[in-house]
Every structure is written in C-alpha cells, then in structure tokens.
C-alpha cells in the first residue's frame, strides 16, 4: 500500500472540504466565541476564564479579548466567586444561551444531513474511524 500517495489524496480531500459552507460553520464552532458560548453552556456556566483558556488551548490574554467581546454583545456576565474572591466566573445571559442553543442545532442539522446523505453503513464506519482516531494524540503519529 503506498501510504504517500493516500496521505496527499487525504489532504488534498480534506483541504477542498474545509472550503465547503457547512465544514466550516463545523469547523469553526469549534473554535473562537461560538465555541465558548457552547462551553460555558455544556459546564452551565460559574466557570473562570483559566479553565476555557486550557480547553482551547489558547492564551489567556485571547480568552480575555473574546470574554469582552461576548459580554460587550450582552451573551455572558462576569461575577466575583463568593468562595473565592480572586476568582471570576462566567456566566451564560439568556442571549447567550439562546445563541448557544441556536448554534449547537445548526450543527447537529448539518451533522445529521451529513450522515443521512453517507446512509447508514458509511455513517457508521465514519464514526468508528474517528473515534479510533480520537483515541490517539497526533504526537503518538510523529
């Protein structure tokens, strides 16, 4: 099997998906305030920045910057931890949630339509290779 050859047809694949509309509104829900709505939501909220900063993977100065962003839009609220009072927590606004809830539907219809057009056997063998591959870190590929 000629490994090289199937590792560029994969990159070449995945480089023209990444281009589509719906891979991206996936890809970048992942990603920047989309992403941080959806945390803050899953964690229902009192979480500090530090721990969005680690899930991400990002500095906390862009954690900062974004917090601001969503507070200045009116989707979170910062309040001082009464067990902690160097702490801050993050909380959800009705807005936010609402535009939370709104972006974790979009994504699952995409998703949803996205398995349906594979049928059920491709979808399946889809969801099994990724969570092989999830599995592993890309490091452990190096």
């Known amino acids: 099997m000629d490994y090289t050859s199937l590792a560029r047809e994969y990159m070449q694949v995945m480089h023209h998906m990444r281009n589509k509309s719906g891979q991206k509104k996936i890809h970048d829900s ?85 398995l349906q057009y594979l049928g059920e056997e491709d979808a399946k063998e889809l969801v099994r290779i990724m969570k092989k591959l999830a599995d592993r870190s890309p490091e452990e590929f190096i």
């Open 30 to 114: 992942m990603h920047g305030e989309n992403f941080m709505l959806s945390y803050i939501s899953r964690r229902q909220g009192g979480i500090i920045p530090s721990e969005i900063s680690n899930e991400m993977g990002i500095t906390s100065a862009r954690i900062a910057a974004a917090l601001n962003s969503l507070e200045a839009k009116g989707l979170i609220t910062r309040r001082i931890d009464t067990e902690d009072r160097r702490r801050i927590l993050i909380d959800l606004t009705e807005a936010g949630r609402e535009q939370a809830k709104k972006h974790y539907e979009m994504i699952m219809n995409i998703t949803v339509n996205m």
